[in-house]
T-cell receptor
Framework: NAGVMQNPRHLVRRRGQEARLRCSPMKGHSHVYWYRQLPEEGLKFMVY????????ESGMPKERFSAEFPKEGPSILRIQQVVRGDSAAYFC???????????FGPGTRLTVL | AQSVTQLGSHVSVSEGALVLLRCNYSSSVPPYLFWYVQYPNQGLQLLLK??????LVKGINGFEAEFKKSETSFHLTKPSAHMSDAAEYFC?????????????FGTGTKLQVIP
């Protein structure tokens, strides 16, 4: 039973390029969260999605960031026109809807040059 | 609204000594509480959780935590530290069951174990 999968594990982009981060939740999980982690700052909630729906995007910057979780395929976090401040580790977590226990992926470490 | 405060961003203990990582929370509803561990360059792994019932919760790797409502605390302890316990630990709170409840994480405590 595979856990939460994220790819790529490491992503390097130049300023102005687009970054696409993918997350495949655990089998049977239809709830996905995205978090951003900066050194010494812990995890910051970005967005919560269920299949085909964004439930809560209160933590996501209004500009350049978007997320989706289509009926088929992984959840995608998309960052357009990346800037150096977007460099961080981005974690995806999934759960099946009970007790809010979230299972985390290994993260994608984005570096913007 | 809910929040988590982890006291001490860095904690050092000697191998074999007691580990105590502090977590205080605030929540407007009965909380669910979690401790996660993160090893370098990895995702978070659940150590233990409190939902309802017994207030002393045992988790993996010999860790346990006690929910104290009167103190709004959920401190993590382990009687004897092992070198492999060196990692970053995150306390988290959610607003309990019933639909979507956002999980809020603390800023983390890095545990160093000294041989």
């Amino acid at each position: 039973n595979a856990g939460v999968m994220q790819n790529p594990r490491h992503l390097v982009r130049r300023r102005g390029q687009e970054a696409r981060l993918r997350c495949s939740p655990m089998k049977g999980h239809s709830h996905v969260y995205w978090y951003r982690q900066l050194p010494e700052e812990g995890l910051k909630f970005m967005v919560y999605l269920q299949k085909e729906n964004i439930i809560d995007e209160s933590g996501m910057p209004k500009e350049r960031f978007s997320a989706e979780f289509p009926k088929e395929g992984p959840s995608i976090l998309r960052i357009q026109q990346v800037v150096r401040g977007d460099s961080a580790a981005y974690f995806c977590a999934s759960h099946r809807g009970d007790y809010n226990e979230q299972f985390f992926g290994p993260g994608t470490r984005l570096t913007v040059l | 609204a809910q929040s988590v405060t982890q006291l001490g961003s860095h904690v050092s203990v000697s191998e074999g000594a007691l580990v105590l990582l502090r977590c205080n929370y605030s929540s407007s509803v009965p909380p669910y509480l979690f401790w996660y561990v993160q090893y370098p360059n990895q995702g978070l792994q659940l150590l233990l959780k409190y939902t309802t019932g017994a207030t002393l919760v045992k988790g993996i790797n010999g860790f346990e935590a006690e929910f104290k409502k009167s103190e709004t605390s959920f401190h993590l302890t382990k009687p004897s530290a092992h070198m492999s316990d060196a990692a970053e630990y995150f306390c988290a709170v959610s607003g309990g069951s019933g639909g979507y409840q956002k999980v809020t994480f603390g800023t983390g405590t890095k545990l160093q174990v000294i041989p």
